[in-house]
């Protein structure tokens, strides 16, 4: 979902997509009857985005967050992702459709041709979305809240996908470098990803997002 604060009112909108003779178009309404989206807001403000400047929330990773933690609130979690993406390589420029907004997808049809947004696509389309996951991982500390235990906590951390591969598979790591080199794909490709873990801890914990 892409979401705003009105820059007048502050009152929260979010981004409708119509259809029309033109084709399609994008406008911002107040964020009315969306349950989903509103529980999320009220956890997490900030992704809300700042006055004027719309934000793409994760709205379905944070609805699956919160059904886990609701149904098995003692669960081990762990969630990967790219945390960047490349900004489109367009071959011409084209009047955009949609507003820009903090998160912006890299939308790629099948042929791997990218479009300025979402709006310009083809029906069959790539809409990959970048994580934010220092903010993501500030949601699941909201929803994983501590237990009724006082010294057990669900510990949230963020690392890079290398640095995790190495806390968890060094010898696999180990395994997999060149020793000309010193290259590991595990480790050195997709260095665009990270890792989020939840996961059963001592509140005295220091590696909590």
Not at 142 to 149: G, L, R, S, Y
């Amino acid at each position: 979902d892409k979401v705003r604060r009105d820059a007048v009112s502050r009152k929260l909108e979010h981004a409708v997509v119509d259809m029309t003779k033109g084709g399609l178009s994008e406008s911002f309404q107040p964020l009315q009857n969306d349950a989903l989206l509103k529980r999320i807001l009220l956890k997490l403000p900030s992704y809300g985005g700042t006055m004027g400047h719309p934000v793409w929330v994760p709205s379905v990773t944070c609805g699956v967050i919160m059904d886990i933690c609701r149904t098995r609130p003692n669960a081990t979690m762990l969630l990967a992702d790219f945390d960047y993406l490349p900004p489109p390589d367009l071959e011409e420029d084209d009047d955009r459709i949609s507003i820009l907004a903090e998160g912006e997808p890299l939308v790629t049809d099948m042929g791997g041709i990218d479009y300025d947004c979402y709006l310009n696509s083809p029906h069959l389309a790539d809409i990959l979305y970048p994580t934010d996951f220092r903010k993501l991982g500030r949601f699941c500390d909201k929803v994983f809240a501590t237990t009724d235990d006082d010294d057990t906590t669900n510990v949230v951390k963020v690392t890079k996908q290398g640095q995790f591969l190495r806390e968890v598979g060094p010898q696999q790591v180990k395994a997999t470098t060149s020793r000309w080199t010193g290259y590991s794909p595990m480790v050195d490709d997709f260095y665009n990803c990270s890792i989020l873990t939840v996961s059963r801890g001592n509140s005295g914990d220091d590696d909590k997002v």
